[in-house]
């Protein structure tokens, strides 16, 4: 387990106050101007050594992703921070904002000198009002005290932050129709390349990061790319929030150690599966994109990017969606694939027409009333769905199919044969 000290999200629970005062006691804002004096090409080097990956579901490398931008530009810099978390089953970056803002505000300083951008948008889920709210006072707290704008905290740097509400669209969550929404177009996806580290809001070089992955930086720099990386498997570093939600007998958000065995982060933290670890049936371990996985895998898997992509699911934004025996896993996923039709953007012909179909014949499935030639047919069209269209929407919403019946196909076909069964019995 995680020992208290090398906690970086030491408010995540907002037993402190969430101002400035109470943040520096906290350790945010300590030598923020020494570091930013070490230069851009060292926080790089040091987030690159820290091994940390980003935390937002893709789990691209973050020192990479910041050595993408260009040295030197004749268009002006930024950096985006997507805090429109709308993954079901994540609750992460709400509690960061809402209890922890100066982190994210630090954070959004020292990358944003790495990247020689000069402004930072926050795009934020608009049902997040309160931590909208509470993310904009300490916004302003950081201006009135000197920490942002001409000269940020000294250290020659000029920076702005600037919050953008959305208007609640999962698809705004992919990083490039969340730019179309920033320029106020609407929220579809790009294509790529340009890519945009090159082309990115307002066709200016830009970088968009996840909430967490923002506000963990100050501690790593602060403390060493080498002490981060110190936690977890090797290209699974460092530490991360984990949202616990479902059949567990305390749901919570905990930061843990990468690489912790899923079933000793049930236990430990969220008081284990109601009525016991031999009730659990499946658990969807990385938000509702990816695919669930049985009780068998869940007792030895590991919570880190590559254990889980060996078990033919993913890490994601660690959002960990525990269902007991008691759940209709047919009709779980039934609903999320009503989740995807609905969210879709519309743009590409696949995901359009396709999530629409997949969600009927999820629905017809739920009930049985379908043949079992049809579950081959589903999967097919499935794969026609994932991997052609411009973004991830295509594929997160054909995975949680695929997971149900790469594990419970048995499951969905008895579904079938008692549909059938009882309507021969009610005609003769």
């Known amino acids: ?11 995540l629970y907002g037993w402190q106050p969430f101002g400035l005062e109470a943040a520096r006691k906290r350790g945010d804002w300590d030598g923020t101007a020494a570091i930013i004096a070490k230069g851009r090409d060292w926080i790089i080097e040091e987030m690159k050594q820290s091994g940390l990956r980003g935390r937002g579901g893709a789990g ?20 985006v921070v997507n805090a429109d978390e709308g993954e079901p089953g994540t609750c992460k970056d709400r509690d960061i904002m809402r209890y922890d803002p100066h982190k994210l505000i630090e954070g959004c300083l020292l990358a944003s000198f790495a990247m020689g951008a ?26 009135d005290a000197g920490l942002l704008g001409k000269n940020a905290c000294g250290s020659g740097w000029d ?13 705004c969550g992919e990083e490039t129709a969340l730019l179309e929404s920033l320029e106020g177009k609407k929220g579809q996806p790009r294509n790529k390349p340009p890519f945009p580290a090159m082309a990115g809001l307002y066709s200016c070089p830009t970088t968009v990061n996840n909430v967490e992955t923002i506000a ?4 790593i720099l602060r403390r060493g790319g080498g002490w981060f990386a110190g936690f977890g498997r090797p290209k699974n570093a460092g530490t991360k929030l984990f949202c616990i939600s479902g059949h567990v007998n305390q749901p919570c958000n905990v930061e843990e150690e990468m690489s912790i065995p899923l079933k000793e982060l049930i236990e430990k933290h969220a008081g284990g599966v109601r009525g016991g670890w031999d009730n659990l049936l499946a658990i969807i371990p990385g938000g509702s994109s990816t695919p669930m996985i ?38 779980a996923i039934a609903r999320l694939a009503k989740f995807y039709m609905h ?27 379908a043949r079992v030639e049809e579950i081959d047919m589903l999967l097919d069209v499935s794969k026609q769905i994932e991997g052609h269209t411009i973004c991830a929407h295509g594929d997160a919403a054909a995975w949680p199919i695929q997971g149900l019946m790469r594990h419970f196909r048995p499951v969905v076909e008895q579904r079938i044969a008692d549909y059938h069964a009882a309507h021969r019995m009610a005609a003769e």
């Open 118 to 143: 000069n402004a930072c948008y926050i795009y934020i889920r608009g049902e997040f009002y309160n931590e909208a709210s509470h993310l904009q006072i300490a916004i302003d707290e950081c201006y």
């Open 343 to 369: 969210e879709s953007c519309g743009q590409c012909t696949p995901c359009r027409e396709g999530t629409g179909w997949m969600w009927r014949v999820m629905e017809r499935l739920a009930r049985g009333n």
């Open 159 to 171: 920076m702005d932050i600037y919050i953008h509400l959305g208007a609640g669209a999962y698809i």
């Open 60 to 79: 691209f490398p973050t020192g990479m992703k910041w050595s993408f931008m260009p040295k030197t530009s004749d268009k002006p810099h930024y950096l």
């Open 294 to 331: 049985p009780r068998e895998i869940c007792d030895t898997v590991l919570m880190d990017f590559d254990a889980l992509k060996d078990a033919k699911t993913g890490l994601g934004t660690a959002a960990v969606i525990v269902m007991d025996k008691s759940t209709d896993l047919v009709k």
């Open 1 to 11: 387990m995680l020992s208290d000290k090398d906690r970086i999200f030491t408010n």
């Open 216 to 219: 963990a930086a100050p501690t």
